[in-house]
DNA sequence: CCAGAAACTTGACACTTGTCAAGAACGAAT
DNA sequence: ATTCGTTCTTGACAAGTGTCAAGTTTCTGG
């Protein structure tokens, strides 16, 4: 019996262990979601930990006291925000019957996209590049990186399936012709330039069928 | 004769201040390739003047004599830095008399490049990412993009040019490509990916002949 | 209700940063 | 040789940085 008592207080010990862990976590990640407003807002370089409480509920030292130091609360920002972006076209995916439907859905999002979360890609290509320097970010961004591969991936496959085609390029190569666009439409947008978005639209309309 | 005389003066005073003006313009590119070498290895949010200095023959206070401020310093490297790049294939594109040598030797290049060069690449990442946040940078960022947007069309237009055909897509989709697929390969390669250069030559060595 | 743990705040630390002023070294014209 | 403008060095300043320890509040199990 007195096993069985142990038992269960290590049964409960270990549910509000893993309770606290998960509050612990859950606690992070809005940490990260409210470090993420400035970074998009500053970018890496001039991000700043107190300038990141400023802008938030929280007080400078919360930060420490849920992260290890910096790179580990950009790490986990960078992480949290893969899950966001690596769905947002599998709706348009999964529910387009025709190559028209899923082309134009996806210009939909693409040019949405552009516009309402200019912010928050120009910290992708920040952080990206912080990679290329920092070690400590290698990891998840090449992880990022194959995920968004991927989802390209899915576009292009859908979208060759439903003319009865084959995607004629690898997936890499794919992912390098969308996010270079992605990239220097992102730019010209960031720098006022009305023409970037309808531009990237009418190039990409007119790239989908010579490579799907 | 008095006009002579201020005349001939006027022209000393005036070719003194050019001869100034160049002294102090070499100075500043001396003093931008040294940023350069301390920017490449740090990448621009880690790098300091006092840093910059330490790593050359410089004392700090000199930069600020010669640049108004640290983006003035830096807006000088990039634009010099553009130079450098821009004509990195102009000579295969001239001296290829064939499809085939213009792809090996832009092939070579290109693998030298990611070899010798991954410092200065990834900083020019950085800095495009950046110009994504720093107004002061958008202008010259994007002159240099344009700026290798054109080399590489003029490398797929001779590409064609030499098998009588012409590109099937635009200067901007094609530089998005190349320049997409080199830094997801600058990216691989920095993080010891052996197989990112090969991976990278197999990629552009099946895409030329489908581009153009 | 209360003790002890968890969550959070505050203020201080050591250090780095960009900036700049004061002056030294240098060079050239008089 | 002296003077004057250019070039460069040095040291200082204020502001900002990540980090952390000490203390306060809040929560929670008994």
């Given at each position: 019996?007195?096993r069985?008592?142990?038992?269960?207080?290590?049964r409960v010990?270990?549910?509000?262990?893993?309770l606290?862990?998960?509050?612990f976590?859950?606690r992070r990640?809005?940490?990260?979601?409210a470090?993420?407003?400035?970074?998009?807002?500053?970018?890496f370089?001039?991000t700043?930990?107190?300038e990141?409480?400023?802008?938030s509920?929280?007080?400078?030292?919360?930060?420490?006291?849920?992260?290890?130091?910096?790179?580990d609360?950009?790490c986990?920002?960078?992480?949290?925000y893969?899950?966001?972006?690596v769905t947002?076209?599998?709706e348009?995916?999964a529910?387009?019957?025709s190559?028209?439907e899923?082309?134009?859905?996806?210009?939909?999002?693409?040019?949405?996209t552009l516009?309402?979360?200019?912010?928050?890609?120009?910290?992708?290509?920040?952080?990206?590049?912080?990679?290329?320097f920092?070690?400590?970010?290698?990891?998840?961004?090449l992880?990022?990186?194959?995920?968004?591969?991927?989802?390209?991936?899915?576009?292009a496959?859908?979208y060759a399936?439903?003319?009865?085609?084959?995607?004629?390029?690898?997936?890499?190569?794919?992912?390098?012709l969308?996010?270079?666009?992605?990239?220097s439409?992102?730019?010209?947008?960031l720098?006022?330039?009305?023409?970037?978005?309808?531009?990237l639209?009418d190039?990409?309309?007119?790239l989908?069928?010579?490579?799907?």
């Amino acid at each position: 019996m007195a096993r069985q008592v142990t038992g269960a207080a290590r049964r409960v010990t270990e549910a509000a262990e893993v309770l606290r862990d998960e509050k612990f976590n859950a606690r992070r990640i809005e940490l990260a979601e409210a470090a993420l407003e400035t970074l998009g807002d500053l970018g890496f370089a001039r991000t700043s930990l107190r300038e990141i409480a400023q802008n938030s509920a929280f007080t400078h030292g919360v930060f420490h006291y849920y992260f290890s130091d910096k790179l580990d609360l950009i790490c986990c920002c960078v992480r949290h925000y893969k899950a966001k972006c690596v769905t947002r076209y599998d709706e348009v995916v999964a529910t387009a019957t025709s190559r028209d439907e899923l082309t134009e859905g996806f210009l939909a999002k693409l040019a949405a996209t552009l516009q309402n979360e200019a912010r928050m890609h120009r910290l992708w290509y920040d952080l990206r590049a912080q990679a290329m320097f920092e070690t400590a970010f290698r990891k998840d961004v090449l992880e990022i990186d194959k995920s968004l591969e991927a989802m390209i991936w899915r576009i292009a496959s859908r979208y060759a399936e439903l003319g009865g085609k084959r995607p004629v390029s690898s997936p890499a190569a794919l992912y390098a012709l969308f996010d270079g666009l992605f990239q220097s439409a992102l730019l010209r947008h960031l720098a006022d330039d009305k023409t970037a978005i309808p531009e990237l639209l009418d190039e990409v309309r007119r790239l989908l069928p010579t490579v799907c």
